[in-house]
């Protein structure tokens, strides 16, 4: 069985002039993973169901693993060096890292430490979803400015999976690969090679409790999904868990669309491009899917601000490009 760290590795000798700088992140992230998937598994016996008590910088009420979750990747990134700075969707400001080692990091990480953190309490599937940059400063503690960058300058983007099993999914550019932790030996060992969406699929994803607030293209579309077709395999299945994380891998193994779109309420949606819609766009590339936000492709986005909002429609190619087609043709 293959080790992450050995995959890594394997992947770093084919790359010039890698220095294992990349690797040794990718294990930290490894690392404060695995004090996740502990807590997450002991949810119900140790005291971290619940709220906290207070709210983040998205005023979203703080369940207690999201605290425990994000303080342990601050903790993991900081040691480890490697990284200079980093942006959590639980803090308001960029976190910098003020040792010289950090100082001397090559890399930024934008981080959303526990996604779906609502469902803990209902044992339903949640993660963690990360992506790296190159820092754009050339030394001292990293700026906001080595965060603002579009997704396309992604080196990295993967998500962690806290379900029946504990899986790893990333990729640095070639191709999409999932890692699966073997508790017993604590290590995470490669389980699916190569994922691939299909072109097609049979499912979407979307909370319809918000119909009455959707566009006329999304609601077309949604009616779309639902017709009566067997040459299109229509009318396709509704499946929505309310984790990006847990929709997401099932879109990627199974095949569909997840969307979050722009509403009345909330003309620009909900998730954020930095911490969740440009990892999982770059993942959804990768693995031969599409992301836009109904017209403009997701790693194109100019980020302007660490916590800025964007619809999102991902998943199986032509499923998304029928979306946007509803989109540019209705509104």
């Known amino acids: ?3 992450l760290v050995e995959f890594i590795q394997e992947q770093q000798a084919h790359i010039p002039n890698a220095t294992g700088e990349f690797s040794r992140l990718m ?4 690392i404060a993973a695995k004090y996740v998937n502990r807590e997450v598994n ?10 906290e008590g207070h ?30 700075a980093m942006a959590s969707e639980e803090n308001e400001e960029l976190i910098t890292f003020e040792n010289s080692y950090s100082n001397r990091g090559k890399y930024v ?8 953190s609502s469902n803990v309490d209902v044992n339903v599937p949640i993660g963690t979803i990360f992506s790296i940059y190159r820092r754009k400063s050339e030394s001292g503690p990293g700026t906001i ?7 396309s300058q992604m080196v990295a983007a993967g998500y962690v999976m806290y379900g029946s099993s504990t899986i790893m999914v990333y990729s640095a550019g070639q191709g999409v690969n999932a890692f699966t932790y073997e508790p017993s030996l604590g290590m995470f060992l490669l389980s699916h090679t190569n994922l691939r969406y299909p072109k097609d699929g049979t499912i979407y994803s979307i909370n319809e409790a918000n ?4 566009s006329e293209g999304v609601k077309r579309y949604i009616k779309y999904c639902q017709e009566d077709d067997k040459s299109t395999n229509r009318p396709y299945m509704t499946r929505y868990i309310g984790s990006l994380v847990s929709d997401f891998h099932r879109n990627l193994i199974r095949g569909g669309i997840f969307i979050y779109p722009g509403t009345k309420k909330n003309p620009n949606g909900k998730l954020r491009l930095l911490y969740e819609c440009n990892p999982m766009a770059y993942m959804a590339e990768q693995a031969g899917g599409m992301a836009t936000d109904g017209m403009r492709r997701i790693l194109d986005l100019q980020p302007e601000s660490l916590h800025q909002r964007t619809p999102i429609f991902i998943g199986s190619r032509n499923m998304v490009s029928k979306a946007s087609e509803f989109i540019e043709n209705f509104g």
């Open 27 to 30: 294990n930290d992230i490894g």
């Open 211 to 214: 119909y009455i607030y959707f």
């Open 145 to 151: 400015i080595d965060l603002l960058q579009p997704g």
């Open 55 to 84: 709210q983040n910088v998205q005023g979203e009420d703080q369940v207690k693993l999201d605290v425990f979750a994000n303080s342990h990747f601050i903790n993991a990134l900081e040691h480890g060096a490697q990284c200079c």
């Open 109 to 116: 990480v934008a981080i959303d430490p526990i996604d779906g």
């Open 42 to 51: 002991k949810a119900g016996l140790a005291d971290i169901l619940g709220f």
């Open 1 to 3: 069985m293959k080790t």
